[in-house]
């Protein structure tokens, strides 16, 4: 994995943790919190974790490729493909009793949450103003 993807992945992962548990402290407040709402969590952030990081790699392996027409091909169909298991990820999620699908849902956008909240946090993305 490239290193770039990894650390930027890293920071996606913590920052998906963070608003999930946000979330979820807010959640046990408001509303009525079980087991299941915890593991939809779970379930959804590691999906949108994992979701980042498979487009990134596609991204890196895109930009290495050098031609074009392969680029946007390879991109589209990891869209595709990434799109595809979101589906059968909520799905699930829907059918199996034990996660909470509605926090499984919303899990889906913590790393967008995470990604317009960064440059808050880090250093570098201020000062360079997020190129590196």
């Known amino acids: ?5 990894k650390k930027e992945t890293g920071y996606i992962a913590v920052g998906t943790a963070v608003i999930s548990a946000l ?13 299941s709402v915890f593991l939809g969590g779970l379930w959804g952030g590691a999906f949108a974790v994992l979701n980042f990081m498979f487009m990134g790699n596609t991204v890196q392996k895109a930009v290495a490729d ?31 009793p034990f996660f909470n699908w509605i926090m499984a849902c919303a899990s889906l956008l913590f790393p967008r949450i ?7 946090f880090r250093k570098d993305l ?6 590196e």
């Open 23 to 35: 979330v979820q402290l807010a959640w046990y407040f408001l509303f009525d919190y079980d087991i």
């Open 66 to 96: 050098g031609d074009e027409l392969m680029a946007r091909r390879r991109i589209r169909s990891s869209y595709q493909l990434r799109m595809a298991a979101m589906v059968v990820m909520v799905v699930l999620a829907y059918i199996i």
């Open 1 to 5: 994995m490239d290193p770039v993807v």
């Open 114 to 120: 995470t990604i317009l909240f960064e440059p808050l």
């Open 126 to 131: 201020r000062e360079k103003g997020g190129k």
